[in-house]
């Protein structure tokens, strides 16, 4: 069973996106190089599936859950491989692999129908 509401992985994906993307510049690497636009262009890939995605913290809901999750499971993989795939990890690779592991951990953990989704079927299930 998913242990994390679409309400805190909303919250999570903003928050991550936003220690994502200025890693480059809080752990010391930022610069015109690759390790510096991964970072960067995943957070907003984040933040942008976060925005569009149709939980309770999304501005538009264009996305649905499901296939947020699958987008949160493949930025984090792409960002967890990104240091050696780029042939990067002589200069840095940790911030990217934690974060990378993070997204992945909360795509699998999460709900897959908004909370208010589960409420409105509970209710219409009682009356």
């Given at each position: 069973m998913a242990a994390i509401s679409t309400r805190a992985h909303g919250a999570l994906d903003?928050?991550?996106a936003i220690a994502i993307g200025t890693s480059p510049w809080w752990a010391g690497f930022a610069g015109a190089n690759p390790?510096?636009?991964i970072a960067v262009g995943l957070a907003l890939a984040v933040a942008l599936t976060a925005l569009l995605t149709d939980h309770e913290l999304g501005l538009r809901r264009w996305i649905q859950m499901p296939l947020h999750l699958w987008i949160d499971a493949i930025v984090g993989i792409l960002l967890a491989a990104s240091?050696?795939?780029l042939n990067f990890d002589q200069r840095v690779w940790a911030p990217h692999l934690v974060a990378?592991?993070?997204l992945l951990i909360l795509a699998v953990a999460s709900h897959t129908i908004p909370g208010y989704e589960r409420r409105r079927a509970a209710r219409a299930g009682v009356d």
């Open positions: 903003y928050v991550l390790e510096s636009w240091p050696w795939v990378g592991l993070l």
